[in-house]
Nanobody, 119 residues
């Protein structure tokens, strides 16, 4: 059974930093694109950042230059370093693993971790 377990959320003041981590109990971890999504109250879930096994990254425009995604294929982990946090970053953050290399494709989600940015 696949588990994605997030940690590192919490309450932080505007301008502060947090580091989210996700530990994945996935076999063939390197076959998955790992990502972070977020969902604020009343809004749809949106992509924050993703990273391929080779290290190629994609970021939402709203977090470019402030957030950094990274993965450790040896430890089956993915992290999101969040700097310069703003109140608009407040949301539940979800770790995601997806792969089109399997038939059918595979898509897994963590349970989410709350990030609150407030004075």
């Amino acid at each position: 059974q696949v588990h994605l377990v997030e940690s590192g959320g919490g309450l932080v003041q505007p301008g502060g930093s947090l580091r989210l981590s996700c530990a994945a109990s996935l076999s063939s971890f390197s076959m998955y694109v790992m990502g972070w999504y977020r969902q604020a109250p009343g809004k749809q879930r949106e992509l924050v950042a993703m990273v391929t096994s080779g290290g190629s990254t994609t970021y939402a425009d709203s977090v470019k230059g402030r957030f950094t995604i990274s993965r450790d294929n040896a430890k089956n982990t993915v992290s999101l370093q969040m700097n310069g946090l703003k109140p608009d970053d407040t949301a539940v953050y979800y770790c995601n693993a997806h792969s089109r290399l399997f038939i059918p494709s595979r898509d897994y989600w963590g349970q989410g971790t709350q990030v609150t940015v407030s004075p």
